[in-house]
C-alpha cells in the first residue's frame, strides 16, 4: 500500500458501497490508512475485510450486508449507520458493474437490471446520505465512482456506459442541489488491474498486452482510485463540487496510429 500523502481523517466515518473486493477494497484501504472508521456494504457477508495499517495500527473495516437494488435494505444500512456511528462524513459510491452482452442479444430485463444497480441505487444511496449529512455541522462529500465507458464507446457493456454516462450527469445536478452543505463529485477510472481482469482482458499476457495499449503502460490498481478519492474528500479539493476526476493513465492510444502507415 503506497503512503496516503499525510491525509488525515481520524474521526472520520465513510462509508464504501462494495468495498470488500476490486476497486471498492482498494478504496476502503486507502482511507482505513489514512485513519478513518470505514464502513463496506455488500449483499453477502464478506470472507475477508479491507484492513490497513493506520495511525494506530492495523484497522480493519466494519461490514454491514445490505442489497442496494432493494430500498427497504437502504434505508437499514443507514438506519444502522446512524444509530451506531451517529454520522457519516464520505460516501464512496461505487457498488456496480456488467457482465460482458451485446445490446442486440441481451433482454430488456438485463437492461433495466443493470441501470438499476449502476444509475438508480447510486442515486438511493446518495439520497440518504445527503439526508444524514445536511443534519450535521460539517456536512458531507459524496463521490459516485464513474467509468471511463461513460466519455467513450462502450461495446459489451451499452447499458453500463449509459448508466456511468448519466452518472455523471447526476453528480452535476447534486453539485448544484445540495451545495454548499454536501459536496458531490466523481472519480472515473480507466482500466484498473484487479483480481477480476482475468474475465476481461483474459490471462497474464492478456493483460500485459492491454497495458501496453495506455500511454502510462500500466492499469490502474485499485490503490490509485483510493487515493484519488482521499484527495477528492479532503479540504484540499474544497472547491472541487459538481465534477468529474478522470484518471486513465493517459488515456487510449487511437486506433489511426496504428491503422495507418505515415507515423
Same mark, same amino acid.
Given at each position: 500500500?503506497?503512503?496516503?500523502?499525510?491525509?488525515?481523517?481520524?474521526?472520520?466515518?465513510?462509508?464504501?458501497?462494495?468495498? /470488500?473486493?476490486?476497486?471498492?477494497?482498494?478504496?476502503?484501504?486507502?482511507?482505513?490508512?489514512?485513519?478513518?472508521?470505514?464502513?463496506?456494504?455488500?449483499?453477502n /457477508?464478506?470472507?475477508?475485510?479491507?484492513?490497513a495499517?493506520?495511525?494506530?495500527?492495523?484497522?480493519?473495516?466494519?461490514? @454491514?450486508?445490505?442489497?442496494? %437494488?432493494?430500498?427497504?435494505?437502504?434505508?437499514a444500512?443507514?438506519?444502522t449507520?446512524?444509530?451506531?456511528?451517529?454520522?457519516?462524513d464520505?460516501?464512496?459510491?461505487?457498488?456496480?458493474?456488467?457482465?460482458? !452482452?451485446? &445490446?442486440?442479444? !441481451?433482454?430488456? %430485463?438485463?437492461?433495466?437490471?443493470?441501470?438499476?444497480?449502476?444509475?438508480? &441505487?447510486?442515486?438511493?444511496?446518495?439520497?440518504?446520505? =445527503?439526508?444524514?449529512?445536511?443534519?450535521?455541522?460539517?456536512?458531507? %462529500? @459524496? @463521490?459516485?465512482i464513474?467509468?471511463?465507458?461513460?466519455?467513450?464507446?462502450?461495446?459489451? /457493456?451499452?447499458a453500463?456506459?449509459?448508466?456511468?454516462?448519466?452518472?455523471?450527469?447526476?453528480?452535476?445536478?447534486?453539485?448544484?442541489?445540495?451545495?454548499?452543505?454536501?459536496?458531490?463529485?466523481?472519480?472515473?477510472?480507466?482500466?484498473?488491474?484487479?483480481?477480476?481482469?482475468?474475465?476481461?482482458?483474459?490471462?497474464?499476457?492478456?493483460?500485459?498486452?492491454?497495458?501496453?495499449?495506455?500511454? &502510462?503502460?500500466?492499469?490502474?490498481?485499485?490503490?490509485?482510485?483510493?487515493?484519488?478519492?482521499?484527495?477528492?474528500?479532503?479540504?484540499?479539493?474544497?472547491?472541487?463540487?459538481?465534477c468529474?476526476?478522470?484518471?486513465?493513465?493517459?488515456?487510449e492510444?487511437?486506433?489511426?496510429?496504428?491503422?495507418?502507415? /505515415? =507515423?
Amino acid at each position: 500500500m503506497k503512503q496516503t500523502a499525510g491525509f488525515d481523517y481520524q474521526g472520520q466515518v465513510v462509508l464504501v458501497t462494495g468495498g /470488500t473486493k476490486g476497486i471498492g477494497a482498494g478504496i476502503a484501504c486507502s482511507f482505513l490508512q489514512a485513519g478513518a472508521k470505514v464502513i463496506v456494504c455488500g449483499r453477502n /457477508t464478506a470472507e475477508k475485510l479491507p484492513e490497513a495499517d493506520g495511525p494506530e495500527g492495523v484497522n480493519s473495516a466494519d461490514f @454491514i450486508a445490505a442489497d442496494l %437494488r432493494d430500498l427497504d435494505s437502504i434505508n437499514a444500512l443507514f438506519d444502522t449507520i446512524k444509530a451506531e456511528y451517529g454520522r457519516l462524513d464520505v460516501v464512496i459510491n461505487n457498488a456496480g458493474g456488467s457482465p460482458f !452482452a451485446l &445490446a442486440d442479444r !441481451a433482454s430488456p %430485463r438485463f437492461h433495466e437490471s443493470i441501470l438499476r444497480l449502476n444509475l438508480i &441505487a447510486p442515486l438511493n444511496v446518495a439520497q440518504k446520505a =445527503n439526508e444524514l449529512m445536511q443534519a450535521q455541522e460539517s456536512g458531507g %462529500r @459524496i @463521490i459516485f465512482i464513474g467509468s471511463i465507458s461513460a466519455l467513450r464507446a462502450s461495446p459489451g /457493456t451499452a447499458a453500463y456506459g449509459a448508466a456511468k454516462a448519466g452518472v455523471l450527469s447526476l453528480v452535476q445536478s447534486l453539485g448544484v442541489e445540495w451545495a454548499p452543505k454536501v459536496r458531490v463529485t466523481a472519480v472515473s477510472p480507466g482500466l484498473v488491474k484487479t483480481e477480476q481482469s482475468h474475465l476481461h482482458y483474459g490471462d497474464d499476457e492478456g493483460i500485459a498486452a492491454v497495458s501496453a495499449t495506455i500511454p &502510462a503502460g500500466r492499469m490502474a490498481d485499485p490503490e490509485d482510485i483510493g487515493n484519488a478519492c482521499l484527495y477528492m474528500a479532503s479540504p484540499l479539493a474544497s472547491y472541487a463540487s459538481g465534477c468529474n476526476l478522470l484518471l486513465n493513465g493517459g488515456g487510449e492510444r487511437p486506433a489511426f496510429l496504428a491503422a495507418g502507415d /505515415t =507515423n
